[in-house]
Each structure stands twice: as C-alpha cells, then as structure tokens.
C-alpha cells in the first residue's frame, strides 16, 4: 500500500505567513532561473528537482527558513553569504530580506549547469553500454 505524498499547499499551511513568503519569492526566482523545474514534498521539505536530480529544497522550522543547495556550488558563495548562518549544502536564514537573491540566483543557475551536466553523462555512459551490449 502506497502512502500518498503532502501537498505543497499542506505543507505551506503549516508555515507562518513570513516563511510562506519567502517561499513564494524563492520558487519565483527559481522558475525564473530556469525552466523544467517540478515541485514536491518529501522528507519534509519542498524539493526543487531538474533533469532528475535534486536543485534545492525549502525547509520552514520554527524560526528559521533552511535552503539546501549542491554543497561544491554553495562552497563558491561562501564568501558572499557570510553574514548567514551556513552549513554544508545548506543556507539558514530568519526572513526573506536577509537572503541576496542575485547570489541565490547564481547558485541556482550554477546548479542547474551542474545538474544538466551529469545529467547528460548518465544518460551518454548508458547509451554506451547499451551500444556494447548490443554489439
């Protein structure tokens, strides 16, 4: 028996009105990044997912907003996000205004290059070994 996933729309009712904000700003500037972006919800979290891989994902605690990014890129940004709270692959922040949304933007798109990236790997190492196996 499968168990059916939460909705975007639960899991933001949970949130508070500033957390469901910052996720309205953050989802705009992701679709806006790029396109072919697809939304859910596992792990209690809202995962941004492109070319089958995860792009980020949006946590809303009790008093803070957790982003989680491709670790190696966010490691570029460190510098620029100094004045957050970082872990590794992850972005802690209390309200939308101390997040910079150009460095956000960049990250995404980096990731997103990344993501296209072994993406097109996986799927040119498959196609290889299948030519083997068919050979």
């Known amino acids: 028996m499968s168990r059916q ?12 009105a500033a957390h469901r904000h910052a996720f309205a700003v953050i989802r705009d500037l992701i679709h806006n990044a790029q396109s ?3 939304e859910s919800v596992r792990f209690d979290i809202i995962l941004f997912d492109y070319h089958g891989g ?10 803070e907003i957790s982003l989680y990014c491709k670790a190696d890129i966010l ?14 692959g992850c972005i802690r922040f209390e309200k939308i205004d101390d997040l910079p949304l150009k460095v ?3 990250i995404i798109r980096e990731s997103c290059i990344a993501l296209h990236a072994e993406t097109s790997c996986r799927i040119s190492t498959d196609q290889e070994s299948l030519s083997r196996k068919n050979s």
């Open 5 to 16: 996933l939460p909705s975007i729309d639960s899991y933001l009712k949970k949130c508070s």
């Open 36 to 38: 072919g972006v697809s």
């Open 104 to 106: 956000l933007y960049t």
């Open 75 to 88: 490691e570029n940004h460190r510098q620029e996000l100094s004045h957050l709270t970082l872990g590794k």
């Open 54 to 63: 995860m792009l980020c994902g949006f946590s809303s605690r009790l008093h």
